[in-house]
T-cell receptor, first 114, second 112 residues
């Protein structure tokens, strides 16, 4: 039982490049989300999903796209990377929509945009 | 706008020296307050959920309490393995499911 798996763990991009951060979970959780963590800013919600085919924006969605075609996977796409997107990205899942305060986090993907 | 402020930013304790971390919050209506622990290079790990003023939760050396304006995480006789960043988050009624507002965290270091 792997829990929440994020890949890659580290990535360096040049400004303007695109990439996808992968998130996979094997806990059959309805709720999946992406957060970014920056020094002095705390964790901020980017996008979230309450089930396959359903996604919505969080607090800081600009520059990111998501889709949820299966229960297990929730990829985060950076369309045209900018230095401001340098951050640590965490995928988090929840047991059910009504219990989403208790989240299970992956180990993070550390992205640097030059 | 929901706000969460944690203090102090960093706390250094000697092993066995009890103390408390503070989480002050402002929300339109509190659905839940959550404490997480984060080790360096790892994702946050869930500790507690508190729903109403007066509620308390305990786990080993940690006890979380809640009032209408703040929450405390009390650490009794800490050990070096309790060293981590402790995060507080709130969820408000009327917001999208799963939208948690996090504080910036308190970095706790426990020296042997």
């Amino acid at each position: 039982n792997a829990g929440v798996t994020q890949t890659p763990k580290f990535q360096v991009l040049k400004t303007g490049q695109s990439m996808t951060l992968q998130c996979a979970q094997d806990m059959n959780h309805e709720y999946m989300s992406w957060y970014r963590q920056d020094p002095g800013m705390g964790l901020r919600l980017i996008h979230y999903s309450v089930g396959a085919g359903i996604t919505d924006q969080g607090e800081v969605p600009n520059g990111y796209n998501v889709s949820r075609s299966t229960t297990e996977d929730f990829p985060l796409r950076l369309l045209s990377a900018a230095p401001s997107q340098t951050s640590v990205y965490f995928c988090a899942t929840g047991v059910s929509v009504a219990n989403t305060g208790e989240l299970f986090f992956g180990e993070g993907s550390r992205l640097t945009v030059l | 706008e929901d706000q969460v402020t944690q203090s102090p930013e960093a706390l250094r304790l000697q092993e066995g020296e009890s103390s408390s971390l503070n989480c002050s919050y402002t929300v339109s209506g509190l659905r839940g307050l959550f404490w997480y622990r984060q080790d360096p290079g790892k994702g946050p790990e869930f500790l507690f959920t508190l729903y109403s003023a007066g509620e308390e939760k305990e786990k080993e050396r940690l006890k979380a309490t809640l009032t209408k304006k703040e929450s405390f995480l009390h650490i009794t006789a800490p050990k070096p393995e309790d060293s981590a960043t402790y995060l507080c988050a709130v969820q408000a009624f009327g917001t999208s499911y799963g939208k948690l507002t996090f504080g910036q965290g308190t970095i706790l270091t426990v020296h042997p």
